[in-house]
């Protein structure tokens, strides 16, 4: 994010130049061409003055005759935005343009939906802690054998929710009537022999982007905060379908941006002196503490990936366009992701099962099956890593590049593209600032807790600034890296790495690439901001999990799962959960 065009937006928000529902006002600095002792311009009227302090936020430079041509059209414009900004725009209200990861010229194979899960062995524990932390493939078995219900592991989570949420601030709303009529209705269809798959009668947590009828839809922001959805989500009715059980709404930053939600802090359950990360920092807190059998989280930049590193969780951000959006929060449209947050890679799995698929409310989702197996030999596979992210890295990222190598798979070096896509991050800025362009005309944007430089209200009028020929030229970058990743993944089935090396985050969330991130180690960390900081040096450290990530080809899920499987079980560290807990 350390680019000119992003300290030069920064810098818009106080130059005093507004801009208004039909004017233009000048800045009360002088320019270049001009006398500085010059009358200023007046208010509400645009001048060739006016245009040439605007060129500044643009870094480019007319003449005062291409100034005074230009008047009368600016003029049209401001009259067209008015008008554009007297429309209802609600936040489901999508653009015209879709994004489409799939480029022509590769055909993307429509994958059977088939999951096949490892056979689980594990007996029936006596502690219900032992059962709260336990797989869902684990909790799945215990239920088909009649050795716990629904109902009595719902009841399970429920009293661990009223016991530490009160520390970690994992949920926003809780649903305890909810949980256990869904429970009721589970243990009747085993009873009845019907089986919905392996979410029947496992209960989670749900952020609270996505709509539930009835139920707060608050998207952790104050000015959202009574908001009641009148639907349900696809994917809420998907689980439903699936037989799994919600226990309440995830917490989550506000606005889908950090871990802080109305006046709380989602805590990391490894250390609770830190925040959880975000945005899905509920769901992430909720896995980690054993206050839920998985939860599901929404990625647009990070936001799965960053708080299951923080937490401790494994993480899955499916390929963009494989799971619906429709009745989450719309905050980019052509990056927004949903995907689940999970205690073990194959839960990944099982829950992607169980929410994947096309669907008519989401054009922008894609008709691709999903298949899992667990007994596919992943020595035949190849995996890619680049040299230079291991060696920035610590000692628990090379382990689990050693860890990848004793598997059998064939390493080699990916071909990582190196195109300057700094720049993209603006695709998130602009479109987001479009999606809640109401808080900032309005001044609504006050409302929200966070103002400091990086947090929305300051990005989103910074954003205005962005021209739309710039807009679009960046888009073409972002052509072009999709391009590049494209030659990139050829030959390869998963490439391997740190979390964020090298701006692989950021990289493979605009080209739509799935991460898996999973735990890999720990390492002692002292308290961290929202950016992953260290608070202070020489201040108390905390052992904390460290995590690695996987990618993988688009809409090639089945196969990153089946590396990360084996690689969590070489790794050995996904079972250990936190102290007291």
Known sequence: MKTSRRDMLRGAALTGVVVGAGAISACDMGVTQMNAESEPPVDGKITPRTIAEAEKLQGISFTDAERQQMLEDLEGKLESFAALRAADTPNTLAPALLFDPKLPGKSVGSQKNILNLTNVEASFP???????????????????????????????????????????????????????????????????????????????????????????????????????????????????????????????????????????????????????????????????????????????????????????????????????????????????????????????????????????????????????????????????????????????????????????????????????????????????AAAFADLTLSDRDDELLWQENQAWPNTWRAARFVSAVDYVQIDRLRRRLMEDMRVAFDGFDALIGPHYAGGVLLATNMTGHPQLALRAGFGQKANRTLFDNETAEGAETFRVPRGVSLWGDLFQEGKVIALGKALEDVLGVAAERPPSL
């Open 126 to 432: 006596d502690d219900d802690a032992d059962i709260a932390f336990a797989t869902v493939p684990e909790q799945g078995k215990w239920l088909r054998d009649g050795a716990i219900t629904s109902a009595e592991l719902t009841e399970i989570y429920l009293a661990r929710i009223e016991k530490y949420d009160p520390q970690f601030r994992a949920y926003i709303t809780v649903t305890p009537e909810i949980a256990r009529a869904q429970a009721v209705k589970a243990d009747k269809d085993f009873a009845e022999g019907r089986d919905r798959g392996p979410l029947q009668g496992i209960p989670y947590g749900l952020k609270d982007l996505a709509d539930t009828d009835g139920v707060k839809t608050t998207w952790g922001a104050t000015p959202y905060k009574d908001r009641v959805a009148e639907s349900d989500a696809e994917v809420v009715r998907k689980l439903h379908r699936a037989g799994a059980v919600m226990l309440g709404k995830t917490s989550c930053g506000a606005i889908a941006y950090g871990d802080q939600w109305f006046d709380a802090r989602t805590k990391n359950p490894w250390n609770p002196k830190e925040g959880s990360s975000g945005s899905s920092a509920g769901s992430a807190s909720a896995v980690a503490s054993g206050m839920c059998g998985f939860g599901i989280g929404t990625e647009t930049l990070g936001s799965i990936v960053s708080p299951s590193e923080r937490c401790g969780a494994t993480g899955l951000r499916p390929t963009f366009g494989r799971v619906s959006r429709h009745g989450f929060m719309a905050l980019c449209w052509s990056l927004d992701k949903v995907g689940p947050i999970c205690r073990s890679v194959e839960d990944t799995a099982a829950v992607l099962s169980a929410i994947n698929g096309y669907d008519a409310d989401d054009p922008s989702t894609a008709r691709v099956g999903f298949t899992y197996d667990s007994g596919v030999d992943v020595s035949g596979m190849t995996v890619g890593y680049v040299p230079s992210w291991f060696e920035k890295g610590d000692a628990v990222d090379r382990a689990a590049l050693e860890a990848m190598r004793s598997l059998g798979v064939t390493l080699k070096e990916f071909p990582w593209p190196e195109v300057n896509f700094d720049s993209l991050i603006e695709i998130v800025l602009v479109e987001s």
